[in-house]
């Protein structure tokens, strides 16, 4: 693929750049495991409909949202691109002994919601449907993708208290850059799935960069982030804590990008900063 894709891209720049969203678009299947299957089985499912919005030109699916318990603190999890809601099953257990409501996304095009294109934007309008169906919540944890989401959408008034970003990305363009490195994807034709994107949602790419993040001086913040991630590099983790006013970085050494969501030191720190009064 990697020297096929550079010939097409420079015959066919049209044809590549819708090739290159439909494959940077598409959410690979989920791989539950038993005990997380268990727990989308004890779960109440709320099926989330989009209304018209700023994100979306048109009515949709927009994913669901699972429900364990009824405690009046609201914990939101969020997962990444490819993920699913009961991802975050084993932290579970110690968020309902403490008595939280806990709450976990199945994004669109995500877990068992129904399958089709997605981006950043239509996870940034799945928490905004979630704000209004439950109101606000006392803390969320997002990962990669699901924690830009949440960067991004508190920046814009996002009813939260404290939240919790593992693996993120400071800057939006580290997931497209990524792909196109991945692929050997030339610039300009990621630049133009990158446009396609923004004008899909009304929306521009710079708007919605991560240096905006001094608006949300009102969320304390916990980053984490790993030395040895593949995917987002430490130094994005790095910055987004630096330029989140009074945000606190911790540092993991071996986790890479996706075993920090199961490491139980990782998700013990979580719990503990969501849990602070």
Known sequence: MRRVVPWLSGHYPDYMSRWA????????KPQETATQRQWRAKAEVIPL?????????TPQRGGQLLRWGQGERKILLVHGWGGWATQFAAWLPPLLASGCQVLALDMPGHGEAPKRQVT???????LRLVERLIGPVDAASGHS???????LTAAEGWSAGRLVMLA???????????????????????????????QRHGVSWQELDGRLIAHNARYPALV???????????EQGVQLAARWPGAQLVTTEGLGHRRILQDK???QQAIDFMLLD
Not at 120 to 126: E, K, R, S
């Open 49 to 57: 409909w989009h209304e018209q919005s700023r994100w979306l030109n």
């Open 21 to 28: 969203l439909r494959q940077f678009t598409t959410p690979p």
């Open 120 to 126: 950043l934007f239509d996870f940034m309008a799945a």
């Open 145 to 151: 993708l699901g924690a830009s989401a949440l960067t």
């Open 265 to 267: 030191g990782v998700m």
């Open 168 to 198: 993120a990305a400071e800057n939006i363009e580290t997931a497209p850059r990524q792909f196109a490195r991945m692929v050997a994807l030339p610039d300009n034709i990621r630049l133009n799935m990158q446009e396609a994107m923004a």
């Open 224 to 234: 984490i982030h790993d030395r040895q991630d593949k995917e987002i590099p430490y």
